[in-house]
């Protein structure tokens, strides 16, 4: 059975900092390209931040420079740090991956800035 489970949410000051961690299990966490999205309350889920199989990353233009995106195929965990946090961040962030035409998510965890 196919679960991932992200966690590290929670309220941030503005120009704060954030871990958030997604553990995969039941797949082959290694061979697949992985993705953190967000969705902000009365906007449409988005694409933050890629890593493929061979760790090359990508970025939302929003995030570049302040968010890292990383993998660790041993732990079979995703990573976002997110560094220089605003208020324009706060969402509920999903983890993501594609398998043919099928889409995967966790549950999401809920980034709150706010001072």
């Known amino acids: 059975q196919v679960q991932l489970v992200e966690s590290g949410g929670g309220l941030v000051q503005p120009g704060g900092s954030l871990r958030l961690s997604c553990a995969a299990s039941?797949?082959?966490?290694?061979?697949?390209?992985m993705a953190w999205y967000r969705q902000a309350p009365g906007k449409q889920r988005e694409l933050v931040a890629g890593v493929t199989f061979g760790d090359a990353t990508y970025y939302a233009d929003s995030v570049k420079g302040r968010f890292t995106i990383s993998r660790d195929n041993a732990k079979n965990t995703l990573y976002l740090q997110m560094n220089s946090l605003k208020p324009e961040d706060r969402a509920v962030y999903y983890c993501?991956?594609?398998?043919?035409?099928?889409?995967?998510w966790g549950q999401g965890t809920e980034v709150t800035v706010s001072s």
């Open positions: 993501n991956f594609k398998h043919g035409s099928d889409d995967y």
């Open positions: 039941g797949i082959f966490f290694r061979i697949y390209a």
